[in-house]
């Protein structure tokens, strides 16, 4: 499946995969000013069973995105206050 910039997609899944997940990842940004993919966000797991204690039938998996090589004026300031620290800023 193939998403694109600002991209919300869904799958839907007939049945019960207990002992399956599905794996999203980004691969390729079209913007060269923001194709490195964000720290530890590069991809992320979701559970494809009805037997997990979730009593709704939505999953949703964390936030996938790519960073800009050079951050916005006050970005630094945000992140402090959010308690999220680049490895380099």
Do not use: W
């Not at 996938?64 to 999220?84: I, S, T």
């Amino acid at each position: 499946m193939k998403a694109y910039f600002d991209s919300e997609f869904t799958i839907e899944v007939v049945g019960d995969h207990e002992n399956e997940l599905c794996d999203v990842a980004v691969v390729h940004s079209p913007r060269e000013d923001c194709n490195e993919p964000g720290l530890s966000f590069d991809s992320a797991r979701v559970v494809c069973s009805k037997n997990v204690g979730i009593p709704n039938s939505t999953r949703y998996a964390n936030p996938l995105f790519f960073v800009k090589e050079e951050a916005l004026p006050g970005c630094k300031d945000v992140l402090d206050e959010l308690g999220l620290f680049p490895l380099e800023f």
